[in-house]
């Protein structure tokens, strides 16, 4: 529980509509696998942020939010053709 409050709190700072892969630098410090892989690695919380920055820079990113649907989008199934 205390990785997914750390994910939260991390989102919450990068005004993030919800908990994702950039909420990362939240991990290094719960102890666990995680921080365990980033630190074999010699990878630090400024390294991953440095890292995401870049990466929403580049791609026009600014902040993760959940895309508005039109009213008139539906979800459907494709059924497959016999």
Do not use: C, W
């Not at 630098?25 to 666990?32: E, F, M, Q, R, Y």
């Not at 696998?33 to 820079?57: S, T």
């Amino acid at each position: 529980m205390e990785i997914l409050n750390r994910a939260d709190a991390e989102a919450r700072r990068l005004n993030d509509s919800y908990i994702s892969t950039s909420t990362a630098p939240g991990l290094d410090g719960v102890a666990g696998p995680a921080r365990e892989l980033l630190r074999v690695n010699g990878v630090d919380k400024k390294d991953v942020e440095q890292a995401i920055k870049a990466i929403r820079a580049a791609s026009g990113v600014q902040n993760v939010t959940i895309p508005a649907r039109s009213p008139s989008t539906k979800l459907s199934r494709s059924t497959p053709s016999t």
